[in-house]
Nanobody
């Protein structure tokens, strides 16, 4: 089993930055491709960004492209999401997720096997 724990959320003004972290524990050898999703108030959970197991290939939602950067440190079993130029519409609970496999379409929540509890990000205008 794998446990994912997010941290780094908080309250920030529009235009500010935050860096989210997601640390995996347990059977971390089972975590391959990973991603970030978010769920805003009254909205469905949506894809934000994803990264392949080797850290080379990355994917972003159009809404965050150019502002957010996903990265990982496999030695530390940690996933990151650097969020710059934040907007009020980025307000959401952010979840990290990990897949036991490699090569799936990472924009779909159903391909992930493990999820964190989420961290709240609030952007004030």
């Amino acid at each position: 089993q794998v446990h994912l724990a997010e941290s780094g959320g908080g309250l920030v003004q529009a235009g500010g930055s935050l860096r989210l972290s997601c640390t995996a524990s347990g059977r971390t050898s089972s975590t391959n491709d990973m991603g970030w999703f978010r769920q805003g108030p009254g909205k469905k959970r949506e894809f934000v960004a994803a990264i392949r197991w080797n850290g080379v290939v990355r994917y972003y939602a159009d809404s965050v492209k150019g502002r957010f950067t996903i990265s990982r440190d496999n030695a530390k079993a940690t996933l990151y999401l650097q969020m710059n130029t934040l907007k009020p519409e980025d307000t959401a609970v952010y979840y990290c997720a990990a897949s036991k496999t490699r090569g799936a379409t990472l924009t779909t929540a159903g391909v992930y096997d493990y999820w964190g509890q989420g961290t709240q990000v609030t952007v004030s205008s």
